[in-house]
């Protein structure tokens, strides 16, 4: 059943460039439609929230409901497995737990969060912050797509209320578990089975500008340019550097880059680059930061540059729910999957979820370490011990 859903619904958004589901297009409502379908036969309550996330749920005799679940949206040119995995693993598992346990105690549901990728609109995690009341009021009206599409007129396109939106708020969430790929190559590499999620870094994202002279190409000798572009390479490398010289898990990328005015025949003016750092741990991450920031300071003087730096998200690191993790690791023991502890390489839904309710995440590996590509792939028996692992841990937590 699991693998049937995982090519069902990957095939939904499918192009010969990889997947294209971004949230309130056509694939998107196809695969909303689907999910309905498959909750429908699988004996649970269907719903979508106001902000579209669709809901399965089985009911039960007490309070509290305990949730899993994933995005369904992708990125550009992305693969089948990064949130969809989570979505219908945890769909499975529900199934599965209905089918031989009857009704549980409390609540159980499975989530297929509309937008964690920030792929169509600027609305980062708008599922989950449906969810928490995070969403400010005045977003369906002011954020737009590439092609000027309001999120609101996309909202209504796909039968939902914008001023509806306040109404997808949940008060109700005792637990959410989330069943992700790894997307990095630890457990693949290891010969893990499941990564138990301690912590997802917080990202630190700042712009690097620098200005130099802009100047005529061929009769501007070489040892009297300022050029842009040669001195933000050199800070490029060498906090790359500095980075590879930290070691794992630190990571940063340097991966937006505008040049000005980006002619072959005039040396640059102006040279922009994105830095993207991150570090379980916040300490390690901002000494980082402050070696990030040195090595521009140095660079410019040595080149004859200005160099200006604004930080543009600065995320606390989010911690896992440690009687979760207890809960996942006993699970994984009792279905015969060896396991590790590790913190997450990407950011997620649950980083977010962590910050009003108990949550935790279990990763299954990532053939290659590959993600956000068409090559992304978890093989069929890693999928189905993952879901295992999920559905033997919400039976912990619902009966
Ligand atoms: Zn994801």
Redesign the pocket.
Known sequence: MLGTYVEELGALGETPDGMYRFMYDEAWQQARDALLRWIDDAGLEGRVDAVGNVFGRLPGSGDGVVLTG??VDTVPSGGKY??AL?VVGGLAALAALRAQHGTPVRTLEVVALCE??SSRFPANFFGTRGMLGLIAPDEPDRLRDREGVLLADAMRQAGLDPAAVASAERHDLRAFLEL??E?GRVLADEGVDVGLVEVIPGIAWETVTVRGRQDHAGATPMDLRRDALQAAAQMAREITTAVEQEGRPAVVTTGRWTVEPGQPSIVPGLARFSVDLRHPDLGVRDRLLDTVHRICATVAERHGVEVEIVRDKDEEPATMDADLLDVLRGSAEECGASWRRMPSG????SQLMASRVPTAMVFVPSVEGR?HTPAEYTSPADCVRGASVLATALHHLAW
């Open positions: 994933s995005h990064d949130g989570g964690e990728e992700h790929i997307q990407a950011g997620h839904d993600s």
